[in-house]
């Protein structure tokens, strides 16, 4: 054990962004204890955008530019990926990352598509791979694919992507939630689920016989149903305070699974990163360029975040 694997290390995010705005407002609220907090920023980030109460521990990363709400900048983007490979060097118990800008890190010549694929590149070992997994109490979404064009979505959903996430989705459930026997809900690609081939044959060719291979490992999870169909109970039930149909559903793309989710949970949902020794939290929403600087950022995405951590 070191010094910090018993807490929680937050980095602020793009300083240009409203980062170190809803993490100075989320912990003022929260009010932790300063044992609990590490925070990877720069002071004068923090400074720009408030006063933190507690005197929580700060490791520095050098940001000699000027910080300018609003701007995206290469400086920015590097500030954000360094502040980010630092908090995986902690190796503290769990990382709650405040919202970076893809453009920016991509300026600065960190080729990701996010901070779930960087987490990946600088934590995963032994054949891990990162997860995005979007909860909002008991509705919880994974995503199949996550920052993918969705002209690429169909290469890139093969029998064994499901095969495996689905897999490791059954571990997060296990050993992190201690639900033995999870049960799962699977979107279809197509419209109606492809009408048996009729609007696409992605679900007979690919997902139906990846879910029979996944039903052989003894995992409870349904044919490919379409989208619209099984979100209407879960939002139903999320809205009514009723225990939902599935513990996990799985959407095949970005849009499908987050929709129904931040429709009904936006300041709620809290974007997890899971299948790597570390677990990943952060608020569901970007870098809101268009209101950095003006103190009125809403901190509560970042609050549940923080709080996912404590439980």
């Known amino acids: ?67 300018v709400p609003g701007e995206i900048s290469a400086e920015a983007g590097d500030f954000s990926f360094r502040a980010l490979e630092k908090a995986c060097e902690l190796r503290p118990k769990f990382i709650v990352t405040a919202p970076t800008s893809k453009e920016a890190m991509n300026l600065a ?34 995503l199949l694919t996550r920052h993918c064009a969705i002209k690429d979505v169909s290469k890139n959903l093969t029998k064994e992507v499901i095969l495996e996430k689905v897999e490791r989705l059954r571990s997060f459930f296990q050993n992190k939630l201690l639900i033995k026997k999870p049960s799962f809900a699977l979107c279809s690609l197509n419209p109606h689920a492809g009408e048996n081939g009729l609007i696409g044959d992605e679900e007979e060719k690919i997902m139906i016989p990846a879910i029979e291979a996944v039903r052989n490992r003894g995992i409870n999870i349904t ?31 970005h849009d499908q699974g987050l929709i129904p989710v931040k429709s009904v949970a936006s300041k709620k949902t809290v974007n997890m990163t899971i299948g790597l020794d570390i677990l990943r939290t952060s608020p569901s929403h970007g870098t809101a360029f268009d209101i950095a600087g003006k103190n009125i950022a809403d901190p509560e995405s970042m609050m549940e975040a923080i709080k996912y951590c404590l439980y």
């Open 1 to 67: 054990m070191n010094k910090y694997s018993n807490k929680i290390a937050i980095t602020t995010g793009d300083p240009n962004g409203i980062g170190a705005e809803i993490t100075i407002k989320a912990l003022n609220l929260l009010n932790l204890p300063s044992r609990d907090i590490v925070i990877i920023s720069n002071s004068k980030i923090l400074n720009t955008y408030g006063r933190i109460n507690n005197n929580y521990e700060t490791i520095e990363i050098e940001y000699p530019h000027k910080v």
């Open 109 to 142: 010549g960190h080729k990701f598509n996010g901070q779930t694929e960087v987490l990946e590149r600088l934590l995963a070992h032994d054949g891990q791979k990162a997860e995005m997994l979007f909860v909002s109490k008991d509705f919880r979404v994974l």
């Open 223 to 253: 044919n490919p149903r379409p989208a619209d169909t099984l979100f209407i109970k879960a939002v139903q039930n999320y809205l009514n305070g009723e225990k939902l149909p599935y513990d996990c559903y799985i959407a095949c793309y």
